[in-house]
């Protein structure tokens, strides 16, 4: 039974402090899958403006944190300063190429750290560091504490020879600092990519001198697409390699079972049952085998998952090896696997017609797939067959398969069973995404071949019902046994992000309430309605995105998209290290015979356990980001060849620079640019689409036709130039502005003057200036905004075209001056408009560049006045220094001016006074 609202002001007003969900849950005497309920009567009690909350803890409104009195030091005058330390946060540093970098809490949720490039360069990307923060909500700045562990070991780069008895190593990935000092090494030649593995003893970070390391082996020469993966992975902190001490270990572990070791430990016996298997054609790794009966009424459902705990000992070399990784990387062309493969495709494999040591979820379900019994136990088994979903498929789908057909009543129960389970569990609101995937297809000659989208059959989800469904017996296991475990916990969707959801879903014409929370099974509904629909695509997307990322917790319990009060991973120990502790504590108490431990075993338990799982999700995060690199860099192997093909394409994703489109046929992903489309475009987050001031809007789903514009395979990206959009031409409009508006000009034709005319000012780089540049000394009134403009870029340097080569020594008095509007085109609005506007007046001076602009050739001499249209005043006298007038002295021997003599002062050729200078400087020299 849930508190009442009352209760739990009561229990708040009785804490000296504000309480956490977990201490209400704990005082309250609430079962841990009481957990969702609890957050939400808290939340309508802050709505409701009778608690507080305060990051993550709770208080009575009434309670005011009391300022604590200054205590005083012994002997001493004065009060203890009383500042608060500054917090400290342990997380992974990503380092940006300009040189700093962002610390990620290790959590993954709250706020990421910004670190100076003085900081972020005494670590490594990827490293997790611990860090002091400062700064304020929003620009939250960090000091480097320390390094809490290297994640990389290896790095990929080019390999060059110098002087000396070191060589270098320029590294692929552009996060690292500098080139890499390495000794000489035969094997590999200048030019080689090489591995080089970081650190030789204790050294990396040398003061003053960079990396250091050594060359682990050559990966070929350059252009090996190979390379390239393992540098991606290698900058994840992931290794293709495994330690010596590791490999000693598991090359002591036997390729078979003994019998002794089947008959200890008090297994059960489970050869005689008809286990099997059911991968992928590519799968290497078999560690779930499933077999189902029926049983009154309702089915006996068995899932048997290799037991990897009887091989991987805790505290030895392969066990920290393996939480180090967490996680096996699953890439195209290869596996980085977190066991080595003596492991993960030997003994732990359930490879068929072999013994095989296993863990075992027996489950009793009834004609509603509810679960009513389960018994879990170690056991003993042997495979009766290795299934691909294809086989399983072709068989369900009444097809021959000579080799596969004597089990097809097993696979038809598995079906039955694999239905009832899904259907209870879209009763119980689970939400089913179903969003399509995508797989790299390689060739022979290891260069990917294509892409194809992933197909979600009956096969696949036979199998993930029947791991779904024993991942929540084991949960349910230790949340009735009270025992601390690893759970995989996702959490309530954000509820800002829900909100602008529901806005967006708004505008589409679906209504979602989610003002006291929104449920999954409400949720679900909401999908079920988009169905057909053309934005379906668009608010899947989007609703995904507000949706919290699963993540494994020792505290926290629930899986909101499953609608799970309780859930955790079980299934996968040779590829994933939560499965593998979840292992390890079934036969921890075992063989405790049932009894518990003290509370404070079971809180240093769990505080242990919450360490190992952040370790875990943070190494989930950086294998998925790993596998999203990796097939990007293959997309663009497969696009470089093909710049300037037109293509059928999908908006596949909005972003205030473009949008992402996906190729119908080739299932590529690239980038089409907002000012390829048009100008002003901008994103409409409540809307969620592309807008541009013509009206034209670009939305998720929207069918397009692009022709492919450039491929970087350094960066991994795609560009596109839109063609067709709702089949309509794309036509890449210009800025327009309406004439009369304040800041319009008219836009002249320019053109390029070539290189060897340029002219450059003296005290210029030599060459660059001619001597009737220099003739023509101070500009005109009117020629001093061309100049101001010009200044700051002397390379490049325009001049107006005259509009006839026969007016060069034409007159052209300012009253026939007229602007050249931008063209317009005959429906355009503006036409009729910019026909009646009056003609502005020209911009100060445009006259007098026009004029020398078609004189060309009388650069060098001076114009008369009646040639110079637009002159305003005379221009200076030109007579040597020696031959002008001195200066009148006043009175008194002094200057009348201040000004410096004219031979003293810059362009001193010119009229007019040179400025003051300001404060102080020496005689005889200009201040600066």
């Known amino acids: 039974m849930n508190p009442s609202p009352e209760q739990l002001r009561q229990i708040l007003s009785d804490a000296d402090h504000p309480l956490g969900v977990k201490e209400l849950l704990r005082i309250a005497g609430l079962h841990p899958g009481q957990q969702i309920a609890l957050k939400r009567a808290l939340r309508q009690l802050v709505r409701e403006g009778r608690i507080l909350k305060e990051g993550k803890r709770f208080r009575l409104e009434e309670e005011r944190a009391q300022r604590p009195e200054p205590a005083h030091r012994k002997g001493r005058k004065g009060p203890v300063s009383t500042r608060p330390e500054r917090p400290q946060l342990e997380g992974i540093l990503h380092v940006h190429r300009d040189g700093f970098g962002f610390v990620h809490p290790l959590s993954g949720e709250g706020e990421n750290v910004y670190l100076p490039a003085e900081e972020a360069s005494r670590a490594l990307d990827h490293d997790r560091v611990l860090v002091e923060v400062g700064g304020r909500p929003g620009r939250l700045e960090g000091r480097l504490l320390s390094v809490v562990q290297r994640r990389r070991e290896l790095v990929v780069g080019l390999y060059q020879e110098q002087g000396g008895r070191h060589a270098r190593v320029m590294p692929s990935d552009t996060c690292l600092q500098g080139p890499i000092r390495v000794p000489r090494t035969q094997m590999a030649r200048p030019g080689d990519m090489v591995k080089v593995r970081l650190g030789v003893g204790e050294r990396m970070l040398e003061e003053g001198e960079g990396l250091f390391g050594e060359v682990a082996g050559s ?4 252009g090996d697409p190979s390379a390239e993966v393992l540098s991606i992975a290698y900058g994840q902190g992931f290794n293709d390699e495994f330690p010596p001490e590791v490999m000693d270990e598991a090359d002591r572990v036997g390729p078979a079972v003994p019998e002794e070791e089947a008959r200890a430990e008090d297994r059960r016996d489970l050869r005689a049952m008809p286990l099997i298997t059911i991968d992928g054609e590519d ?9 189902a009966e029926p049983h009154g009424g309702g089915w006996r459902l068995v899932v048997a998952i290799a037991d990897v705990t009887h091989y991987v000992r805790e505290g030895r070399p392969l066990d920290a090896e393996a939480l180090r990784r967490a996680t096996s990387v699953y890439l195209p062309d290869r596996v980085l696997p977190m066991l080595p493969e003596r492991l993960s495709n030997g003994i732990c494999s359930l490879r068929p017609e072999e013994d095989r040591l296993c863990m075992v979820a027996d489950m009793v379900l009834d004609a509603r797939a509810h679960l009513r019994s389960s018994e879990l136990y170690p056991g003993v088994m042997r495979s009766v067959a290795r299934c691909t979903y294809n086989e399983v498929q072709d068989v369900l789908d009444g097809k021959d398969v000579p080799h596969r057909n004597a089990l097809r009543p097993l696979f038809e129960r598995l079906l039955a069973v694999s239905r009832a389970l899904r259907g209870m569990r ?3 609101g689970a939400i089913d995404f179903d969003l399509p995937e995508h797989k790299v297809v390689m060739g022979e000659d290891g260069s990917p071949a294509r892409m194809e989208k992933r197909e979600r059959k009956e096969s696949h989800r036979l199998i993930e019902e029947c791991m779904l469904a024993a991942n929540e017996a084991v949960a349910k296991f230790f949340q009735d046994e009270g025992l601390p475990t690893v759970y995989r916990f996702h959490g309530e969707p954000d509820e800002q992000k829900l909100a602008a ?4 879903a708004q505008a589409y014409g679906f209504k979602l309430r989610f003002e006291d929370g929104v449920s999954s099974k409400e949720l679900d509904a909401f999908i079920s309605q988009l169905e057909g629909h053309p934005e379906q695509r668009a608010l899947n997307q989007l609703l995904l995105r507000s949706m919290m990322q699963a993540v494994y917790s020792a505290s926290r319990v629930g899986h909101y998209g499953l609608a799970a009060e309780h859930y955790l991973h079980f299934t996968s120990p040779i590829r994933r290290y939560p499965d593998l502790l979840v292992h390890r504590l079934l036969k921890a108490h075992w063989a405790r015979r049932g009894k518990k431990p003290s509370q404070a075993a079971l809180e240093r338990e769990e505080a242990r356990l919450e360490e190992m799982a952040a370790q875990s999700s943070e190494r989930e995060r950086a294998a998925m980001q790993v596998e999203r690199e990796v097939v990007s860099f293959y997309a663009t192997l497969l696009m470089k060849d093909r710049v300037g093909e037109e293509f059928d394409a999908t908006v596949a994703g909005l972003a205030e620079f473009g949008f992402f489109a996906e190729l119908d046929t080739e299932h590529v992903e690239g980038l089409v640019k907002t000012e390829a489309i048009g100008f002003g475009g901008r994103l409409d987050k409540l809307l969620h689409a592309l807008v541009f001031p013509e009206g034209r809007r670009i939305r998720v789903g929207q069918k397009c036709r692009v022709r492919l514009a450039s491929v970087s395979t350094e960066r991994r990206q795609i560009d596109f130039e839109p063609l067709e959009i709702d089949g309509k031409p794309v ?13 319009w000009r008219p836009t002249p034709r320019f053109e390029e003057e070539p290189r060897r005319e340029r002219a450059a000012r003296p005290g210029g780089r030599p060459g660059k200036w001619r001597p009737e540049a220099e003739e023509r000394g101070r500009p005109e009134p009117g020629e001093e905004a061309f100049a101001r403009a010009e200044a700051p870029s002397r390379r490049r340097r325009f001049v107006v075209r005259p509009a006839d080569q026969g007016e060069r020594g034409a ?3 300012r009253s026939q001056w007229r602007p050249e509007p931008p ?12 026909a009646d506007a009056p003609p502005p007046a020209p911009p100060p001076g445009f006259d007098r560049l026009r004029a020398l602009a078609a004189r060309g050739g009388t650069r060098g001499r001076e114009l008369p006045p009646e040639e110079s249209p637009g002159r305003t005043r005379e221009r200076p006298s030109r007579e040597p220094r020696e031959k002008r007038p001195a200066r009148k002295a006043a009175p008194g021997g002094k200057k009348a001016s201040r000004a410096a003599p004219s031979g003293k002062r810059k362009g001193a050729g010119g009229a007019g006074k040179s400025p003051k200078p300001r404060g102080r400087s020496k005689p005889g020299r200009r201040g600066r």
């Open 501 to 504: 959801f529901a806005m967006l």
């Open 823 to 834: 063209p317009l085109a005959k429906d355009d609005p503006l036409a009729a408009f910019m």
């Open 731 to 743: 036509a890449r409009r210009e800025r327009a502005q309406r004439p009369g508006r304040p800041g």
């Open 426 to 428: 879209k009763a119980r």
């Open 283 to 291: 799968a290497r790794d078999f560690d779930d085998a499933v077999y």
């Open 811 to 813: 007159e052209v008095p």
């Open 219 to 222: 990966l070929g020469r350059p």
